[in-house]
């Protein structure tokens, strides 16, 4: 599954912002403007310790930032035997989506791993799949845009090769920065 990499590291940056409990760190808290920062631009002034509690990819993603971290997975989208999914086709109208194309995609799911779905099943699946989680925070499509500024969206696009990703993956049709 793969998802906007804009959104994605918003929601890392949320998802690392306290220290977990228990940790020798506990208690502490970055700002997750700061981390998107780091994501975004590779400059690597944010690190967090607790991070690594957190999620092992954190380190990865903060040292490579998120579009060479992206790029090590682009060639899944082509590879046999893989069934690319995106995020935003799992939320539905929950999420902003769309629930036929929910459906169709854990329809999709289904079959590729060989298990038939009633419509039933599949029902129950939609009801049980929005939220709850641990990594869950919103789940809505184009939720990344209420936290990036103007300055990141537009120092985004200009990272190398961030916009050829975001128009591969989908994301975006062109290389005009706007505001939105």
Do not use: C
Not at 120 to 139: M, S, V, W, Y
């Amino acid at each position: 599954m793969f998802r906007d990499p804009r959104a994605m590291l918003v929601s890392m940056a949320f998802m690392l912002k306290d220290a977990p409990e228990g940790s020798l760190s506990e208690g502490k808290q970055a700002n997750p403007q700061d981390l998107m920062w780091d994501f975004i631009n590779g400059k690597q002034k944010h690190f967090i310790q607790w991070g690594v509690e957190i999620n092992e990819l954190y380190p990865l993603l903060w040292e490579k930032g998120v579009v060479e971290f992206y790029k090590l997975y682009l060639p899944w989208i082509n590879a046999k035997k893989f069934l690319m999914v995106r995020f935003e086709d799992l939320v539905g109208s929950k999420g902003g989506g769309s629930d036929e194309v929910q459906h169709k995609t854990i329809n999709a799911i289904a079959k590729h791993v060989n298990v038939k779905l009633s419509d039933q099943k599949i029902a129950d699946i939609i009801n049980n799949l929005f939220g709850d989680t641990a990594t869950f925070r919103e789940g809505s499509i184009d939720g990344w845009k209420k936290h990036f500024t103007p300055e990141m969206k537009a120092t985004f696009k200009k990272v190398r090769g961030a916009n050829e990703l975001l128009i591969q993956l989908g994301y975006e049709k062109d290389n005009i920065v706007t505001g939105k």
